[in-house]
């Protein structure tokens, strides 16, 4: 398990404890859709410490539909992603503005997506977890329960989702 | 001229110099979009201080296909909206990693947008400027000149865009 991986979509922070879940045997490929950089925009954040990211969350059409809708458990096609790149400083603008005030998006991190297949993920509350390098790595996520869905069961009663939808 | 409209999009915050433009005296009228909500991501940023909120910049197709092709000019019909939520620590997260580390979206503060329009909006760079308390309301920015275009001339050789696309 790594602090990166874990923490999935909205923290990406290593879990505060460390129960571990059976590991699934079988699990199913996840690739990222090509089109997930033109996803309607769901919330942004700034993870400080070891991440030291600042974040945008971004939901295909289903999944933008459902936390519109205040959907309590979300349709299976509902994909999220989580979009990251360094908490860097903006000389620029702190320079045009006479302060110090200006925090922008750096060089990528990495990319998070989350699935919702109930059937397919059932072992994971429903949800395939998956990180990527950059748009055309491979999914990291070996141990999803482990590694994903433990910490997300902090948020089960929102359906495992710590993202709000932004106003 | 109010701290909060100068450096309209990204920066939101006064303007270091202080020189006084010509007043528009016939302002076209700008108004929010309805879809404005459902825009592709152009980058995110936080600016602390006084404005101290967590920001999304979208663009409408024409803007962010623009900026993926790196264009020098926007075309007409190009807009940039940059909407802002206060800077809010995240307990439910931090409780569940066991750290003082994540920022989110809370309370939406005020929305801007830049139209180009290179004939209509001539006297500010060829873009209109605007900002709205929120969705439905007018534009309340009465002097984009000085309001807004003063500090934008700091990125002149990017058409007057502080934010660079996030890939």
Redesign the interface.
Known sequence: MTAVVS?LI??G????SSAVYARNADIPAISLPGDY??W??I???????A?ND???I?GNDVAVAAYRNGAQTFPDGAMIVR?A?A?TP?E??N???????????GE?TNIQLMIKDAEKFKATGGWGYAQFASANTPNSVKDPANQCFH?HQ??QSRDYL???Y??
């Open positions: 923490g909205l923290i922070g290593a879990c505060f950089r033109d309607k925009l919330s942004v954040a700034h993870e400080a410490g991440l600042i974040r945008a971004l979009v790149w908490y903006s620029e603008n320079r045009t503005f006479g302060r110090e005030q200006s925090f922008i998006a990528p910490c902090a948020v710590f993202t709000r932004a106003r």
